[in-house]
Each structure stands twice: as C-alpha cells, then as structure tokens.
T-cell receptor, first 115, second 108 residues
Framework: DTGVSQNPRHKITKRGQNVTFRCDPI?????LYWYRQTLGQGPEFLTY????????KSRLLSDRFSAERPKGSFSTLEIQRTEQGDSAMYLC?????????????FGPGTRLTVT | EDQVTQSPEALRLQEGESSSLNCSYT??????LFWYRQDPGKGPEFLFT???AGEEKEKERLKATLTKKESFLHITAPKPEDSATYLC?????????FGTGTSLTVIP
C-alpha cells in the first residue's frame, strides 16, 4: 500500500502527558499537512510543510503543539501537556507540487483520547 | 472572516433519487474549492478541485460546479454505496478551511 500512513491509529493518554504522532506521506509528495477533526466537524487546518520547511501555522495552534518534518520525509506532531480538549482525530495529508498541488491525500488518522 | 457553510447537514435519498449538496463560502482570495468524501472512521477522500466560476467537473454519478459564491455537488441516480459525509473546503493562501459536511444516506 503506497498511501499516507499514520501511527499510532489510537492513543489514550492522561491529562498532562505528552504525545507524539507520526505521518508517512506518499513517497513522491513534497507537501504535508496536519489537521484536527472533532466529531461532527470538518477537518481544521493546523500546519503545512513544503519539504522540510514549515510554511504555515494556524493561529489556533497553541504553543503546546509542535510539528517537524526532518529531511522532508515523515513528519511528527507533538502535543505537550495534553488537555481533554485535545481529544480528536489528527489527520495527515500529502500532495504534489505542480498541476496536482491541491489534490491532498489523507491518511486514516490518529484518534487521541485524553482522560 | 473566511467561512465555509454546507447545507443541508443531513440528506436521506431513495436509491435513484437525484439531488444537490450546497457549499457557500466567503473568503478573501480564493485559490481553489475542493470536494471530499469521508466514510466513518476514515480520512477524507479527494473528489474534485475547482478553480474558477463556471468550472464543472464530473466523476461517475457526481458533478461539481462553482460560482463566485457557492459550489454544488450534484448526485445523479445515487446508490447506497454513495452514502458518506461530503466535505467542501476552500484554499486561501496556504490555509485550507473545511465546512462541517453533509451526511448523505442513500436508502435501497
């Protein structure tokens, strides 16, 4: 399977703990996006990378959230000092640069539950 | 403020009963409008990108159209396997804003 993969698929953590999620994009894609989705809502944009450069961050992304994409390959999203309001599905997507730049391919998501 | 609104929130159709989903938007500097399909527990699946008013795209039973203020996703003769949540999103700059989706149920 050459689609976008995310790990872990599910994560349960206690309030105040740190968590890290991983996203492996489609290999030839150089753009990578992170979104958060809560039940009954559409995905909410968090941040965007082109290669290893983080080019855009949502104003909603608090300083407890940090994302990296070393070497322009996989990406990690870390949440420090988790809060119950962080419970959500975290989605990663990737795309090409070029004519198909806006065709984002999403992974299956990581469901975070903060207790 | 950039905003995307989808209607209706939920739609139940009999198999073969055609209908349309609406996505209205207010954004500064639209750089594209997108339609996705999302099945429960899965990530969204890309359907269409539209860039300019008057543009139309088709795929099987789906047809997307775009005006300066809204987009429609027309579903012709739907089948039960078309049941899903349909999401609309807009791009402004390098940010993407999604609507809350229309949950479509097609009854055999």
């Amino acid at each position: 399977d050459t689609g976008v993969s995310q790990n872990p698929r599910h994560k349960i953590t206690k309030r105040g703990q740190n968590v890290t999620f991983r996203c492996d994009p489609i290999s030839e894609h150089n753009r990578l996006y992170w979104y958060r989705q809560t039940l009954g809502q559409g995905p909410e944009f968090l941040t965007y990378f082109q290669n290893e450069a983080q080019l855009e961050k949502s104003r909603l992304l608090s300083d407890r959230f940090s994302a990296e994409r070393p070497k322009g390959s996989f990406s990690t999203l870390e949440i420090q000092r988790t809060e119950q309001g962080d419970s959500a599905m975290y989605l990663c997507a990737s795309s090409f640069t070029g004519p198909l730049v806006d065709e984002q391919y999403f992974g299956p998501g990581t469901r975070l539950t903060v207790t | 403020e950039d905003q995307v609104t989808q209607s209706p929130e939920a739609l139940r159709l009999q198999e073969g009963e055609s209908s349309s989903l609406n996505c209205s938007y207010t954004v500064s500097g639209l750089r594209g409008l997108f339609w996705y399909r999302q099945d429960p527990g899965k990530g969204p699946e890309f359907l269409f990108t539209l860039y300019s008013a008057g543009e139309e795209k088709e795929k099987e039973r789906l047809k997307a159209t775009l005006t300066k203020k809204e987009s429609f996703l027309h579903i012709t003769a739907p089948k039960p396997e078309d049941s899903a949540t349909y999401l609309c999103a807009v791009r402004t700059g390098n940010q993407f804003y999604f609507g809350t989706g229309t949950s479509l149920t097609v009854i055999p």
